[in-house]
């Protein structure tokens, strides 16, 4: 990513989004915790990026089957600050639910000693469940210090500090993950001299949390965080990544997101459980067809001409009259494993024990597919046929219903969906789905500008009802790739002072 220097950043008019950061550091000598003071030397440069957000427009957990997706990156972002150390460590300070919370690591046993190898990292902080939250910026360093040094393991190993703010809210299902991991690999890499492009960045990303952090998520939430453009839907081609261009939200419509305040996690048992489901369709599906399986360990090889391994490849005809019928409503685990030995997914396991909604999962990506390739069409012709924002909505509460169907819906969800679907179209509410990994998160609402006081009416509504928050998301903002890496050069504090 393109490294800037402040003027260069101010000039380009760009400073609104480094702000936040920058106000940070000003602030940093008078935090109460003295341990923040002299937090930065004086003496290094510092770098620092940031990284949107997301909102699931329409995709979401198609994504790891190969689904067109279509992304939102928000205004709300992720900023980390980075300056080397001679002390060969990782030190972390990060801002979460108002407080500081500090971690340190030295990188030597990361790099070239017994964490070396993902595995083990990975167990390593999952026997620190209080300090899993560090998993994130610690494994995308780790990463990246290692791409530099290429298997060198003689190489010297310099350490870094780290200080991470966000106003993206964690748990919400706007990918608070991937902002956080996309910034922190971001000024790593613009340390390391590593020239990533943000496909490539993205990619890293996902590597990391699909093998450090041990969720089975998509390349569609790091890809958006990395290449989103302001008031443009990512349109990602998730096979697995390639992005076929930057849909235009309409003038005088807008994408909204109201937080249900029902805690979403894509670690949590019913996206993987899903995830898992699909996978077990799909090897159903290839055995039915024909198709060579070759064992690979705990997973297999199919040899797919047919749909190059993808569950949105099959058409909904193709699914509905040859395998549909095919498949188990539900299907157990070692059931699967004793028939079949495994799936093609490298980043879950199939648990023995556990009931797997086999139909369901499988059938969700294929429809999906439908869905997003219809909705991205209509969009494109809404300035021409203002109609189709009827079309739209009902795509999107077809892809809400089908998450339900899944088992990833919620309480908390439903309702915003519900009254999203009273206020109509006749007030310029055309649509709303839950979101990302569901089983809770944020809902997406497709709406015009002038909706904007009735988004938060049905915000402050489902707020009174529930008790929960519902914090409203309205503005879109560019992602890492277009703001880049700033570099503050040394004794830069006069140039913070602004």
């Not at 809770?440 to 009416?457: H, Q």
């Given at each position: 990513?393109?490294?800037?220097r402040l003027a260069e950043v101010r000039a380009a008019g760009d400073e609104v989004w480094f702000r936040?950061?920058?106000?940070?550091?000003?602030?940093?000598?008078?935090?109460?915790?003295?341990?923040?003071?002299?937090?930065?030397?004086?003496?290094?440069?510092?770098?620092?990026?940031?990284?949107?957000?997301?909102?699931?427009?329409?995709?979401?957990?198609?994504?790891?089957?190969?689904?067109?997706?279509?992304?939102?990156?928000?205004?709300?972002?992720?900023?980390?600050?980075?300056?080397?150390?001679?002390?060969?460590?990782?030190?972390?300070?990060?801002?979460?639910?108002?407080?500081?919370?500090?971690?340190?690591?030295?990188?030597?046993?990361?790099?070239?000693?017994?964490l070396r190898e993902p595995d083990a990292l990975a167990a390593w902080f999952a026997d620190r469940p209080?300090?899993?939250?560090?998993?994130?910026?610690?494994?995308?360093?780790?990463?990246?210090?290692?791409?530099?040094?290429?298997?060198?393991?003689?190489?010297?190993?310099?350490?870094?500090?780290?200080?991470?703010?966000?106003?993206?809210?964690?748990?919400?299902?706007?990918?608070?993950?991937?902002?956080?991991?996309?910034?922190?690999?971001?000024?790593?890499?613009?340390?390391?001299?590593?020239?990533?492009?943000?496909?490539?960045?993205?990619?890293?990303?996902?590597?990391?949390?699909?093998?450090?952090?041990?969720?089975?998520?998509?390349?569609?939430?790091?890809?958006?965080?990395?290449?989103?453009?302001?008031?443009?839907?990512?349109?990602?081609?998730?096979?697995?990544?390639?992005?076929?261009?930057?849909?235009?939200?309409?003038?005088?419509?807008?994408?909204?997101?109201?937080?249900?305040?029902?805690?979403?996690?894509?670690?949590?048992?019913?996206?993987?459980?899903?995830?898992?489901?699909?996978?077990?369709?799909?090897?159903?599906?290839?055995?039915?067809?024909?198709?060579?399986?070759?064992?690979?360990?705990?997973?297999?090889?199919?040899?797919?001409?047919?749909?190059?391994?993808?569950?949105?490849?099959?058409?909904?005809?193709?699914?509905?009259?040859?395998?549909?019928?095919?498949?188990?409503?539900?299907?157990?685990?070692?059931?699967?494993?004793?028939?079949?030995?495994?799936?093609?997914?490298?980043?879950?396991?199939?648990?023995?024990?556990?009931?797997?909604?086999?139909?369901?999962?499988?059938?969700?990506?294929?429809?999906?597919?439908?869905?997003?390739?219809?909705?991205?069409?209509?969009?494109?012709?809404?300035?021409?046929?203002?109609?189709?924002?009827?079309?739209?909505?009902?795509?999107?509460?077809?892809?809400?219903?089908?998450?339900?169907?899944?088992?990833?819906?919620?309480?908390?969800?439903?309702?915003?969906?519900?009254?999203?679907?009273?206020?109509?179209?006749?007030?310029?509410?055309?649509?709303?789905?839950?979101?990302?990994?569901?089983?809770?998160?944020?809902?997406?609402?497709?709406?015009?500008?002038?909706?904007?006081?009735?988004?938060?009416?049905?915000?402050?509504?489902?707020?009174?009802?529930?008790?929960?928050?519902?914090?409203?998301?309205?503005?879109?903002?560019?992602?890492?790739?277009?703001?880049?890496?700033?570099?503050?050069?040394?004794?830069?504090?006069?140039?913070?002072?602004?």
């Amino acid at each position: 990513m393109q490294l800037r220097r402040l003027a260069e950043v101010r000039a380009a008019g760009d400073e609104v989004w480094f702000r936040p950061a920058l106000d940070t550091l000003r602030q940093l000598p008078h935090e109460p915790d003295s341990r923040l003071h002299d937090y930065f030397s004086q003496t290094e440069p510092l770098y620092v990026a940031r990284a949107p957000g997301r909102l699931d427009v329409m995709g979401g957990i198609a994504d790891y089957s190969g689904a067109l997706v279509l992304e939102l990156p928000l205004a709300r972002s992720t900023s980390v600050c980075l300056q080397p150390q001679d002390a060969p460590r990782c030190d972390v300070v990060s801002r979460r639910d108002g407080r500081w919370h500090f971690f340190s690591v030295e990188l030597e046993p990361l790099l070239a000693g017994p964490l070396r190898e993902p595995d083990a990292l990975a167990a390593w902080f999952a026997d620190r469940p209080s300090h899993r939250w560090a998993a994130y910026p610690v494994g995308v360093v780790a990463r990246c210090l290692a791409l530099a040094r290429g298997g060198d393991s003689t190489a010297h190993i310099k350490g870094v500090r780290l200080l991470i703010d966000s106003t993206v809210p964690e748990g919400k299902g706007v990918s608070s993950s991937a902002a956080l991991e996309v910034a922190t690999m971001a000024v790593t890499a613009a340390w390391c001299g590593i020239a990533m492009t943000p496909e490539a960045l993205a990619t890293a990303c996902q590597w990391v949390e699909n093998h450090i952090v041990g969720a089975p998520c998509g390349i569609m939430d790091q890809m958006t965080s990395a290449c989103g453009r302001t008031d443009r839907l990512l349109r990602l081609r998730c096979q697995p990544a390639t992005i076929e261009g930057h849909l235009e939200i309409p003038p005088g419509y807008r994408c909204y997101g109201i937080d249900s305040g029902v805690r979403h996690a894509v670690s949590g048992a019913d996206y993987g459980t899903v995830r898992t489901a699909a996978f077990i369709g799909y090897r159903l599906i290839a055995d039915a067809a024909g198709l060579t399986v070759t064992s690979d360990g705990s997973n297999v090889r199919i040899d797919d001409p047919v749909w190059r391994g993808y569950l949105t490849n099959l058409t909904p005809a193709e699914f509905t009259t040859r395998y549909e019928t095919l498949l188990p409503d539900e299907m157990l685990g070692a059931t699967f494993l004793e028939q079949y030995g495994g799936t093609t997914d490298r980043v879950t396991c199939v648990e023995p024990e556990r009931r797997y909604p086999v139909r369901r999962a499988t059938a969700h990506p294929v429809f999906e597919q439908d869905r997003i390739a219809r909705f991205a069409g209509l969009l494109d012709a809404l300035p021409q046929r203002p109609q189709s924002a009827i079309e739209l909505g009902h795509l999107m509460y077809a892809s809400h219903e089908s998450y339900g169907a899944c088992g990833l819906g919620s309480d908390g969800t439903d309702r915003l969906v519900t009254l999203v679907a009273a206020a109509g179209v006749e007030r310029g509410l055309f649509g709303a789905k839950i979101t990302g990994g569901g089983s809770g998160g944020t809902v997406a609402i497709l709406a015009t500008d002038a909706a904007e006081p009735l988004v938060g009416d049905i915000a402050a509504q489902y707020a009174a009802e529930t008790g929960r928050s519902a914090e409203v998301f309205a503005e879109s903002g560019p992602g890492a790739a277009a703001t880049g890496v700033l570099l503050i050069e040394p004794n830069g504090s006069a140039a913070l002072s602004r």
